[in-house]
């Protein structure tokens, strides 16, 4: 089955400084990456996602990059702020099977 | 439209009950996740169900844990003869109908399982 791995698990930065968070699948034939961000005590939500058939999608201050050689695909906040702490999961899913499998997530921290 | 319903949020037994959480998709909704989050890591896939069936419950625990999504009503997690590892949230999501490739889940808050 298919495996995703994330890094790093914690991620500081400044206010105003971008981040990046990478994943790595397993499986090559996983044609679905989403993006979740889940704040304390409350449930993950799709922030962005993409398919197997697009390298690179941008939503205002984020970004997702896919890399189907290297199986790895990574999200970019720019210009964080603070309400941008949270904990970020990745997740990918094969063809025909409708179950996300989830990296272990990363806990960023914007300090102002 | 409310957004998939989990409870109770929150359950304390003692070691050797019974846990029941329950889950209400979104309106629309036909298929049903359960994912189990221990403290400080990410969320496992338990169980995947439709109507009446289960599609794929290969994170299930063998032994304790069972799941249905019965024509009426919510969809509802079991675990019989809880232990402390038990301990954790069971997130619960939904989505429309089957896609490929698969799109977004919908989560609900979580019910958030305690054993003394």
């Known amino acids: 089955g298919e495996n995703v791995e994330q890094h790093p698990s914690t991620l500081s930065v400044q206010e105003g400084d971008s981040a990046v968070i990478k994943c790595t699948y397993s499986d090559s034939a996983s044609n679905y990456f989403p993006w979740y961000k889940q704040e304390l005590g409350k449930r993950p939500q799709l922030i962005i996602d993409?398919?197997?058939?697009?390298g690179e999608k941008k939503d205002q201050r984020i970004a997702v990059t896919l890399n189907k050689t290297a199986k790895h695909f990574s999200l970019h906040i720019t210009e964080t702020q603070p309400e941008d702490s949270a904990v970020y999961f990745c997740?990918?899913?094969?063809?025909?099977?409708?179950?996300?499998?989830f990296g272990t997530g990363t806990r960023l921290l914007v300090s102002p | 439209n409310a957004g998939v319903m989990q409870n109770p949020r929150h359950l304390v037994r003692r070691r050797g009950q019974e846990a029941r959480l329950r889950c209400s998709p979104m309106?629309?909704?036909?298929?049903v996740y359960w994912y189990r989050q221990l403290p400080e890591e990410g969320l496992k896939f338990m169980v995947y169900l439709q109507k009446e069936n289960i599609i794929d419950e290969s994170g299930m625990p063998k032994e304790r844990f069972s799941a249905e999504f019965p024509k009426e009503g919510p969809s509802i997690l079991r675990i019989q003869q809880v232990v402390r590892g038990d301990s954790a949230a069971y997130f619960c999501?939904?989505?429309?109908?089957?896609?490929?490739?698969?799109?977004?889940?919908?989560f609900g808050e979580g019910s958030r399982l305690t054993v003394l």
């Open positions: 997740a990918a899913s094969l063809p025909g099977f409708q179950k996300l499998v």
């Open positions: 999501a939904s989505s429309p109908r089957l896609r490929d490739p698969a799109g977004e889940l919908f």
């Open positions: 309106k629309g909704h036909s298929h």
């Open positions: 993409i398919r197997s058939n697009v």
